[in-house]
């Protein structure tokens, strides 16, 4: 469903008026096209590794910078997921990870060395206080290519079109948090429990399939 059949699902629950336009709403319309984003948001944030938000990325390494800024959109960042590639020619290279006070313990002093004979293709990936990715040895070449995988949040939905990031088949989690807000709004508790009943066996649902699947099959 898209973002205006989604509001309309909500609405009919509720035995309210449907809309054509999400820009053109008015009263307990405009809330639950407010309340949609907010069950989607919701959802995304109930778990930090959904599947379906997880982003492949790429950079290309600049000769002398040990640090590099993450994407705006990351929530969370996948740090076993690193590797570096020294050339088109040859095999990616896993990256280890180190937090940041075994990376001052460890190579803070190497990597900070006035004489650039240390750099080097990076052996180890680690993170700063101020949430930067950093390298190390520091790369002495700008032809590196690191890649990994993170986490990404999401935007709002703004027009009749837009569709949610959670798959299709789990819009009617959003539907039922939505339900729930809608419901609260109006001081019908009794409703209100019985959506979020709904919505919470949905998020289970969501759980056991998205999170909690092998990927294997099992000998019977």
């Not at 469903?1 to 629950?13: G, H, I, P, S």
């Not at 990597?111 to 101020?130: H, M, V």
């Not at 998205?210 to 019977?220: E, G, Q, T």
């Amino acid at each position: 469903m898209n973002y205006l059949q989604l509001c309309n699902a909500v609405l009919r629950e509720i035995n309210e008026v449907e809309i054509t336009n999400v820009a053109s709403t008015r009263g307990i319309q405009t809330s639950v096209s407010d309340f949609i984003n907010k069950a989607q948001r919701d959802i995304i944030n109930s778990e930090i590794e959904w599947p379906f938000t997880v982003v492949s990325q790429s950079f290309t390494t600049t000769a002398g910078t040990a640090e590099y800024a993450r994407e705006s959109d990351a929530k969370t960042v996948n740090y076993d997921s690193f590797t570096v590639q020294e050339s088109a020619s040859t095999a990616e290279k896993k990256l280890r990870y180190l937090s940041f006070n075994e990376y001052l313990d460890r190579r803070n002093e190497a990597d900070t060395n006035p004489d650039t004979g240390s750099r080097a293709l990076p052996e180890f990936i680690y993170k700063t206080p101020d949430q930067k990715l950093g390298l190390s040895p520091v790369p002495d070449v700008s032809t590196y290519t690191v890649r990994y995988y993170y986490y990404k949040t999401v935007s709002d939905m703004s027009s009749n079109t837009d569709t949610p990031t959670i798959p299709e088949r789990f819009h009617d989690v959003i539907v039922n948090r939505a339900r729930y807000y809608a419901h609260m709004l109006r001081s019908d508790v009794q409703f209100s429990q019985l959506a979020l009943r709904d919505y919470t066996e949905g998020l289970s649902r969501m759980r056991v399939e998205l999170i909690n699947r092998k990927d294997y099959m099992r000998a019977v």
